[in-house]
């Protein structure tokens, strides 16, 4: 069990839980259930593609962060404006990150 999790943790798909589930006919069942990181990356393979290159890339000194565009805090997430381009982000401070991705949310509805 434990060179399967480091394995699904490598490949971006988070770890699985186990939880032991009632039922009538068998009290001793254990189920397997994902994580919600691991369903948010089965839901989004892309983008979970894109967020271990940008991982890799800063793990291995290709990528440095930069300091948010909109404070200049060095406290930063990247963004990505497209997932085909891994790379590419645009560095904000968690402030900013949310409040782009809520206008971003508000020009879908619109």
Do not use: F
Request: with cysteine.
């Amino acid at each position: 069990m434990e060179q399967t999790q480091e394995a699904r943790k490598l490949a971006g798909q988070g770890e699985l839980r186990e939880v032991s589930s009632q039922s009538s006919n068998d009290c001793n069942r254990t189920e397997k259930r994902l994580s919600p990181q691991a369903k948010w990356a089965a839901r989004n393979p892309k983008a979970a593609w894109a967020h271990g290159c940008l991982r890799n890339a800063l793990r291995r000194g290709l990528v440095t962060k930069q300091p948010c565009e909109v404070c200049g805090s060095a406290e930063v997430d990247g963004h990505h404006d497209s997932y085909d381009t891994p790379m590419i982000v645009r560095w904000r401070c968690r402030l900013h990150h949310n409040a782009l991705h809520r206008a971003m949310k508000c020009e879908v509805v619109e």
